[in-house]
């Protein structure tokens, strides 16, 4: 049975950091892709950040420059350092991970960031 489970959420100020960890067990299949998005009651899950396999990253406009995505192929771990935080990355954050078997998802840690 594949399982996600993130850790490191939690409450900030504006312009600390925090740093969101993921580890998946019960892979079977290559994973491809492993990233993270965010949810914010009311809207849709948007994505924040991923990384594939040959470690290429792909950041949303609103957190380049803040955030980075980094894998631990070895562990299937994936992390986010996010820095500068702002009131507005306040989110539900979810790891995800694609693999040839099927997409997956965490269960889903909060960020909040008080202005």
């Not at 049975?1 to 600390?16: D, N």
């Not at 009131?87 to 539900?92: K, M, N, R």
Request: charged share 15%.
């Amino acid at each position: 049975q594949v399982q996600l489970v993130e850790s490191g959420g939690g409450l900030v100020e504006a312009g600390g950091s925090l740093r969101l960890s993921c580890v998946a067990s019960g892979i079977t299949f290559t994973i491809r892709t492993m990233g993270w998005y965010r949810q914010v009651p009311g809207k849709q899950r948007e994505l924040v950040a991923t990384v594939s396999r040959g470690s290429l990253t792909d950041y949303a406009d609103s957190v380049k420059g803040r955030f980075t995505i980094s894998r631990d192929s070895a562990k299937n771990t994936v992390s986010l350092q996010m820095n500068s935080l702002k009131p507005e990355d306040t989110a539900v954050y979810f790891c995800h991970i694609r693999t040839l078997g099927g997409v997956y998802w965490g269960q889903g840690t909060q960020v909040t960031v008080s202005s």
